[in-house]
Every structure is written in C-alpha cells, then in structure tokens.
C-alpha cells in the first residue's frame, strides 16, 4: 500500500492561478480531509468528505472547492490563488472513527 | 464548533524528564482525541489516541489522560529522549464525525 499519495510535494503560483493539488488514498477509507498549516496555528480543517459523492465544509473553506468522485481520490482546488492561501496543505484519510492518515504533504508559495 | 487549545507552546525538557502537555476542547459531544507527532518537514504522525469512554490509556512511556467533566485531555511522556522532540498536536472530534479540531502545536526539546 502507498497510503496517502499528495501530488505536486512543492508549487509556486501567481496570485489570480488557479490549480488543482491531488490527493489519492488506497487503503479503502471512507472519509478523506484537508488541512492547511501556517507557523503556530497547527492544521485547519478545509473541507473533508465522508464518502464518493459527499463533502462538507471545515473551519477554513473559502477560496477552495473539492469532489469526489471516487472512494480513492479526494482533490482540492484554488480558484484564483491568493498569498494568503500560502501554506503547506495536508490531505488525510480514514475508516469511520478511526485515525487520519496523513501524506506528505503540499507545500504551496503564492506570489 | 470545537474550539481546541494547547499549552505550554514550548517545552524545554532534559533527557530524562517527564514532559506533560495539556489540551482544552469546547465541545462536550468531542469523543475522540488523538495526538500527533510531527517532525521538521514531515506529516503528522498518530502517537496515541483516547476515546472518551476510558479515562486513561498507556503506551510504553506514552501516555495520555481525559478529565470528560473539567474538558481537557493531557499527553505524558517519561524517560524523555532527544528523538523525542518534534512538535505534538493534540485533536478533538466527534466519533464518525471527521470535522477534527487541532491545537496549535507544542514544541518539544529534549536537551541530551
């Protein structure tokens, strides 16, 4: 298993860009999040979903949108990217009440 | 929604030591707290997690606490070691729920 597989690991963007960061899971898990993390403020929830074809609102939603179209992939998109929205983006994963498996990670710069 | 907070921010300890974090959560219907370890430039790594039917859980020199009625939930670790340090995150959620709340982080320095 690769578990949680996030593609690109690192993106520069200028403000107004619009991209798509990837998330795929092979593990079977019903639930799939993001997160984003700025220094001192720990992960944020963005969106997450609870199966294909279902995602809901986290803590920090606006100015990103995703779908689910699959059990295994879960991507989030920007728009029209913003400097604020720099940050390093977590996706995670997991069987309902059990732990997030986490990727690696996106580290995203937007000038 | 569940506001989470986490102290100290910083924890200085020397090898050895016992070092104890601690979490405040809002929401009374949070039922599962996990908590995080996360290393400079990796992903977040499960450590251990409580679940609020049991009031304490063990791990070899992890160990973590949950007072359901006073809100919060601590990690204890012994015998600190330097590869202990790293930055600890705890979390709070309602089982089957995946809306998870984070703290803000502690970082951890195990002095050798």
Redesign the interface.
Known sequence: NAGVTQTPKFQVLKTGQSMTLQCAQDMNHEYMSWYRQDPGMGLRLIHYSVGAGITDQGEVPNGYNVSRSTTEDFPLRLLSAAPSQTSVYFCASNRIGQPQHFGDGTRLSIL | ?ENVE?HP?TLSVQEGDSAVIKCTYSDSASN?F?WYKQELG?????II?IRSNVGEKKDQRIAVTLNKTAKHFSLHITETQPEDSAVY?C?ASR??N????????TRLTVKP
């Open positions: 929604g986490q921010s599962y996990p990796k992903r977040p790594q499960l997690d995150f979390a089982r089957g995946n809306d998870m709340r984070f703290g803000a982080g």
